[in-house]
């Protein structure tokens, strides 16, 4: 016998003794679902060497070997992640649905069959899965979503919020919260919303506004401008939150919004303006909305030193000595100026 055939030789006997010791522990039922469950995680994250470097909620680096296993550090585990209520057995039911109808692993749905009977490891599962694939947006909420099925709705809405570009929440009955990644585009037209209040900064989020339910659609079209085709956490029923994502838009769609929200405004359209305002040497450029080829061509023509974006009145100030070339802008790009 060569030594190619002692070694299979060798691995068939292996196997076999193995296989006589699963099925002694079979016996033990739902332990052994939960070992095999965890042997498969295992060994799928061993082929493709994935590691829970970061926790999952806040993203800072795990360093202790207990928090790279679970994916979670001490103080997020014990702030979103304590078990003080009963998971029953509907709310298992409900999330293997959720998991099954995710675009989550075969790996991981196949470990879910074997934990039906114990909900923390499956939820475990779904925290490392979460934290060693914490770039991919769509994956962290889809697991998101069957943690938030299985009772830890602090711990889903933490998920969905560090993963969202917009967070929305309620202010009791009349008025919602919106904060979002900051933007000049969107600064500008929040701005212009008469009944949004400025609200202080909050976690990750410097800029966010207190508006009246009734400005919902008006203040989902200018997020639709920036954060189009992009992610959102919305209130959801209860005290759950969920996601959605954002309709995409441009100026034309921000443009009709505001006239709707407020008809009584609307008298003419706006002319666009070149006027000398009260600081001597300098112009004001009034348009009466964004045109980008406009931008490209003022951008190029007027030095950056020699201009400046106005935020308060909405406008450019340029230099005096431009006045004949930025007319001559407006005028190709908007037909005409004062």
Known sequence: MNAATELLSARETDRKRTDKKLAKVN???AAHKVATAAGIIREWGAIYQLTATHCTCCGIELRDALSVTRGIGPVCSSKHYNLDFPITEAM???ALGTLHASGLDKTVKKAAKSLKKSPRDL???LIWWSSAHLDDTV???DCAAVVTALGFDSLGDRLRERNTEVVVTR?????FIMRCRSHLDTRRDMARVKEATAVPREGRFKYGWKVPNDRQNLVWTILGDVFGDQWATIPGKGDTSKVVKIDATNWRDIRDAFRNAYPETVTSAPKPLVVRPGKPG???VHTPHRNFG?????KAEVPYQDRTWNRDKVC???LDCYGGIVRGMVSRHFGGAK
Request: with cysteine; glycine share 10%; proline share 0%.
């Open 171 to 175: 202010d009791g009955d009349d008025h």
């Open 27 to 29: 016996q033990g039922g």
């Open 282 to 284: 300098w112009l004001e």
């Open 92 to 94: 298992i039911e409900d």
């Open 139 to 141: 994956t962290v909420l």
């Open 123 to 125: 939820c475990n599962i």
């Open 316 to 318: 450019w100030t340029v």
């Open 294 to 298: 406009f931008i490209a061509e003022f």
